[in-house]
């Protein structure tokens, strides 16, 4: 079993920068891809970004592409999405999701752990 705990979200104007925490814990916790997903009021959950176990390969949806960026920390558990240049289009609830690959859109997999979310409002 593996839990995820998200934090790091708020409100911030557009253009500024957050950084969102996935905190990892449980069993054989650094040995998952970790993916981040969001879903805006009304919208279905997108998965955005993914980044693999050992962080070597990272994934990044068009939507995002150039202005997010995802890392991990296997020392201590943790793994971060730095969101730059961010959009009133980038307000939505944003989940961290475990699974076995780091692709976790129609062409990968289903994560099979999730977080709780965490909000993310840009105001314009």
């Known amino acids: 079993q593996v839990q995820l705990v998200e934090s790091g979200g708020g409100l911030v104007q557009a253009g500024g920068s957050l950084r969102l925490s996935c905190a990892i814990s449980?069993?054989?916790?650094?040995?998952?891809?970790v993916g981040w997903f969001r879903q805006a009021p009304g919208k279905s959950r997108v998965f955005i970004t993914g980044?693999?176990?050992?962080?070597?390969?990272?994934y990044y949806a068009d939507s995002v592409k150039g202005r997010f960026a995802i890392s991990r920390n296997n020392a201590n558990n943790t793994v971060y999405l730095r969101m730059n240049s961010l959009k009133s289009e980038d307000t939505a609830v944003y989940y961290c999701?475990?699974?076995?690959?780091?692709?976790?859109?129609?062409?990968?997999?289903?994560?099979?752990?999730w977080g709780q979310g965490t909000q993310v409002t840009v105001s314009s």
């Open positions: 449980g069993r054989a916790r650094s040995t998952y891809a």
């Open positions: 980044i693999h176990w050992n962080g070597q390969f990272t």
């Open positions: 999701a475990a699974g076995q690959t780091y692709r976790m859109d129609d062409v990968g997999g289903t994560p099979v752990y």
